[in-house]
């Protein structure tokens, strides 16, 4: 969501920080493409997600050509950028009590 690259997944600068979380994918943000630079990889996942998702991410990475991470995922967004599958990644808590899921069409 704002552009940035990164050569890894994980970002250890910030294990010796008291916010340890964004050592998955550099924090919660609304948008991030993961991109496989391995030619046998193929698919497009959309991973609908909570912060659980920064964690798991990266076990999703090695799969797929691209794995796109997302607070909310309208379908037209899907639509534009090939998506093949659609991952819904959320804690139980979350699930029950996050009012936006009722936008997800």
Same mark, same amino acid.
């Given at each position: @969501?704002?552009? #940035?690259?990164? =050569?890894?997944? *994980?970002?250890?600068? *910030?294990?010796? $920080? #008291? @916010?340890?979380? %964004? ?6 943000? &609304? &948008? ?5 630079? =391995? ?14 998702? !920064?964690?798991? &991410? %990266?076990?999703?990475? =090695?799969? *797929?050509?691209?794995? !796109?991470?997302? =607070?909310? &995922? %309208?379908?037209? *967004?899907? $639509? ?22 009722? #936008?997800?069409?």
């Amino acid at each position: @969501d704002d552009a #940035k690259t990164a =050569d890894s997944l *994980y970002f250890p600068e *910030y294990l010796e $920080g #008291k @916010d340890q979380y %964004p050592y998955f994918i550099d924090g919660n943000h &609304a &948008a991030t493409i993961l991109k496989n630079s =391995d030619p046998a990889a193929s698919g497009k996942l959309l991973v609908v997600r909570d912060s659980y998702g !920064h964690c798991f &991410a %990266p076990f999703l990475a =090695d799969d *797929y050509a691209e794995v !796109h991470l997302l =607070d909310l &995922a %309208p379908s037209v *967004y899907a $639509g534009q950028n090939g998506i093949t599958e659609v991952l819904l990644l959320y804690s139980t808590d979350s699930w029950a009590t996050d009012a936006s899921l009722s #936008k997800l069409r």
